[in-house]
């Protein structure tokens, strides 16, 4: 098994990790800019759309794991949304929601992803994408 599916199974390790990672410089340019705004360092009130589980790629998650940020989460895919809601069951603040989010009319859309039968021929990040455009996905 991959190593980061190992420590996405377990959250606490995850975050633990992450936080001695980014001490030894492993940093990306969203993150940066996040850490570099003081405004952010204590508790705000956030809104995530396509907050997928809560770990994998998430650029806010150790902001709301370190300053206590409290807010909504949401995930249309209820395979991610699953792992969401496991991912942030020590976070009472949090408010995981599965639903999409559209700015078309109406209360049903069509939401197109990779099957989960063809994910081992893409790379990792292609259980996060879906759309409601199924050309998104080619």
């Given at each position: 098994m991959h190593p980061l599916k190992i420590l996405s199974a377990r959250p606490f390790l995850f975050d633990h990790i992450k936080?001695?990672?980014r001490r030894l410089g492993r940093v990306n340019a969203l993150y940066l800019r996040l850490a570099s705004d003081p405004q952010l360092h204590r508790s705000i009130t956030f809104l995530q759309i396509g907050a997928n589980d809560g770990i994998a790629r998430d650029p806010i998650?150790?902001?709301?794991?370190?300053?206590?940020?409290?807010?909504?989460?949401?995930e249309p895919l209820p395979s991610m949304y699953s792992l969401l809601k496991r991912d942030?069951?020590?976070?009472?603040?949090?408010?995981?929601?599965?639903?999409?989010?559209s700015y078309g009319g109406g209360s049903k859309l069509t939401l197109f992803c990779v099957?989960?039968?063809a994910l081992n021929r893409y790379p990792s990040y292609a259980s996060m994408i879906a759309s409601a455009n199924p050309l998104h996905l080619k």
């Amino acid at each position: 098994m991959h190593p980061l599916k190992i420590l996405s199974a377990r959250p606490f390790l995850f975050d633990h990790i992450k936080r001695w990672s980014r001490r030894l410089g492993r940093v990306n340019a969203l993150y940066l800019r996040l850490a570099s705004d003081p405004q952010l360092h204590r508790s705000i009130t956030f809104l995530q759309i396509g907050a997928n589980d809560g770990i994998a790629r998430d650029p806010i998650r150790e902001f709301i794991v370190r300053y206590g940020w409290n807010g909504i989460a949401v995930e249309p895919l209820p395979s991610m949304y699953s792992l969401l809601k496991r991912d942030y069951a020590r976070y009472p603040a949090v408010t995981p929601v599965n639903c999409a989010i559209s700015y078309g009319g109406g209360s049903k859309l069509t939401l197109f992803c990779v099957s989960d039968s063809a994910l081992n021929r893409y790379p990792s990040y292609a259980s996060m994408i879906a759309s409601a455009n199924p050309l998104h996905l080619k």
